[in-house]
């Protein structure tokens, strides 16, 4: 089992990114997926899920300006990043939730840095 993020990086403020987390491993379709993020020195936060409906949920710190989606067909989840602000400099890290197995797994982080 493995969950693959990539696409974080330096950007100024206002600036985009685009996440992605890849994952094998697992039934892609059945589960919950997330982004979480962690600022030094702060706790792990929820930024957004997507449910196996396609139902979506957001921080509302980032409401506005992220936009989660997935692809069941590339076992990949997405996180569009807009109107990035330095408070949104993190690392980043994708989570699935296989709520029928109770099966909790973790990608590695990627690094959102936001400079002004």
């Known amino acids: 089992v493995q969950l693959q993020a990539s696409g974080g990086g330096l950007v100024q403020a206002g600036g985009s990114l685009r996440l992605s987390c890849t994952a094998s491993g697992i039934i892609f379709s059945r589960n919950v997926m997330a982004w979480y993020r962690q600022a030094p020195e702060k706790q792990r936060e929820l930024v957004a899920n997507i449910g196996s409906d396609y139902t979506t949920n957001y921080a509302d710190s980032v409401k506005g300006r992220f936009t989660i989606s997935r692809d069941n067909a590339k076992n990949t989840v997405y996180l569009q990043t807009n109107n990035l602000n330095l408070e949104d400099t993190a690392v980043y890290y994708c989570?699935?939730?296989?709520?029928?197995?109770?099966?909790?797994?973790w990608g590695q982080g990627t690094q959102v840095t936001v400079s002004s």
């Open positions: 989570r699935a939730s296989d709520y029928v197995r109770s099966v909790h797994v």
